[in-house]
């Protein structure tokens, strides 16, 4: 079970705007392991905006999968997300939130980050496990939407081939996915769904669904009509 912390200030850290602060590292990209990957432009992008980085410093490794650690790291970037604003009375740990996670390692800041910013993660979560296109692909979207207000939308379900292998609670926000434009099925009608996810995949989807998040602002909110101060003589 997690450990609720008592904090300051968190209604302000999980209202962040989606802005992005581009890295002096990320300046120009010399990653020599795009020229056939259809993402690259995209990739570069993120890079720019110090939303993805490599394995190294001429590295992307488009083809390998990713982890739940360095998918929600990825979310957490895309989404930027943080504790900028957040005071704890009690300095938590990645194990508060998560059993399986290690305190020390790489990935526990990203983790208490995301659970501290609302984004909805099994406690039981493996952040060594491989992550699967469904599982990214749901954290991802329900992470977006929550912080960024996009609009409703009268959605007309895609049929998916294989939907069948979807995970139920995950249908939703793959369907969302799809009306997005932020990722497409394949030439046979299929989401695979149960594959693992590449790193070119899951920086694509990020790039995509943020480029529907710039064309459907927020709408503005309303200026709070005047009330009149006169009485009844």
């Known amino acids: 079970m997690k450990t609720t912390f008592k904090m300051l200030a968190l209604s302000a850290a999980t209202a962040v705007s989606l802005t992005f602060v581009s890295h002096s590292y990320a300046a120009s990209s010399s990653f020599t ?15 720019e905006q110090g939303i993805v980085r490599g394995i190294s410093e001429t590295l992307f490794a488009p083809n390998e999968t990713i982890t739940a650690a360095q998918g929600i790291q990825l979310i957490v970037n895309a ?28 990935y ?31 954290y991802l979207i ?19 081939n294989d939907e069948e292998d979807l995970t139920i609670e995950y249908s939703g926000s793959i369907q969302r996915a799809l009306a997005y434009d932020a990722m497409k099925l394949d030439e046979q009608g299929n989401f695979r769904p ?21 064309a459907h602002p927020a709408p503005s909110p309303q200026p709070e009509p005047e009330t009149g101060s006169e009485t009844n003589a």
């Open 79 to 106: 989404a930027n997300l943080n504790l900028d604003l957040v005071r704890f009375l009690v300095e938590p740990k990645a194990t508060d939130y998560f059993k399986n996670a290690d305190d020390d390692a790489w």
């Open 142 to 160: 329900r992470t977006i939407e929550a912080h960024s207000n996009l609009p409703m939308m009268n959605l007309a379900p895609v049929e998916i």
């Open 194 to 214: 149960k594959a693992e996810i590449s790193r070119a995949e899951a920086a694509e989807l990020i790039y995509n669904v943020l480029e529907y998040v710039k």
């Open 33 to 47: 392991d795009l020229t056939n990957i259809a993402a690259k432009d995209k990739i570069i992008a993120l890079q």
């Open 108 to 138: 526990a800041n990203a983790l208490i980050t995301a659970s501290v910013n609302g984004v909805e993660l099994p406690a039981d979560l493996d952040p060594n496990k491989k992550w699967t296109r469904e599982a990214f692909t749901h």
